[in-house]
């Protein structure tokens, strides 16, 4: 399974390299705010596509479903705020369909007492499309920061949500990212930053659950001025915290 997921990022990559990149980038953070920058508009044929009646219907059910995995089974489920953001310039052929490239469906989902917003990830691959859970609340992560950052957050909640919550037999057992909210900067931009670039450090707060215990990871993300992103997730900064699916307050 982990082999058959790097090979489905692997191709990520390949599409997007092969994709034009011709969507403006998205704004720089204001050296002075403590607020990101917002996220570029998706192009109108992405707007298109993902706006069609069936296309939206199947979106929403995989984020239904990806609710139930993450929380508690609710057969009423109704979602607001959706917003689709555009990961890497998605191409169409002539009848309409994507593909290359890749983006993210992100709506608020309420049922059964709770409201959180939830996300999926969806890439276009030759043609085909491959879709993958992302992370839920406010992160600012791109789908490949949340692949190889998720592990070292899970790592450093160990001492609160144990190893042996891993049981996939047992509903609500396996160690998972339930939610992450974007707190703010920590420092100034590297120099000379290109445009669009996110060039300042900046933290996050991600709840870690698992056999009814929740603990909250503290993650540090730092630009690297040669490319990619640098991740600390440390345990002296997790603690337990009490945590219901209405996510962080």
């Known amino acids: 399974m982990k082999l058959q997921f790097l090979g489905v990022l692997i191709a990520i990559l390949l599409a997007a390299c092969a ?38 219907q199947l979106a929403f059910l995989a984020l239904e479903h990806i609710w139930w995995d993450s929380y508690t089974y609710c057969a009423s489920m109704q979602s607001r705020d959706w917003t689709v953001v555009e990961s890497f310039t ?14 993210f469906d992100e709506a608020v989902m309420s049922g059964c007492g709770y409201s959180h ?34 592990p070292y957050a899970i790592d450093a909640a160990e001492g609160i ?10 509903y609500g057992s396996v160690r998972r990212i339930v939610d992450t909210r974007f707190v703010g900067f920590e420092g100034a931009p590297f120099p000379d930053a290109p445009p669009g670039r996110q060039a ?3 933290r996050e707060d991600w709840v870690v659950a698992g056999c009814d215990a929740h603990a909250l990871v503290v993650m540090h993300f730092v630009p690297d001025p040669n490319g990619g992103t640098r991740f600390i997730a440390n345990p002296d900064e997790t603690k337990r915290i009490d945590w219901t699916a209405s996510g962080l307050q």
């Open 161 to 170: 949500v144990s190893p042996t919550c891993d049981n996939a037999d047992i």
């Open 19 to 56: 994709a034009p990149q011709s969507r403006p980038p998205a704004p720089a953070a204001d050296a002075t705010s403590d607020v990101m920058p917002p996220l570029p508009q998706p192009s109108p044929q992405l707007l298109r596509y993902t706006n069609d009646l069936k296309v939206h």
């Open 200 to 202: 300042r450090p900046w």
């Open 117 to 150: 917003k939830v996300s999926m990830f969806t890439a276009a691959i030759d043609g085909k499309l491959k879709q993958l859970r992302a992370l839920p609340g406010t992160t600012y992560t791109d789908f490949l920061l949340q692949h190889g950052s998720v």
């Open 90 to 103: 998605v191409t169409f052929d002539a009848s309409g369909k994507p593909i290359n490239g890749a983006w």
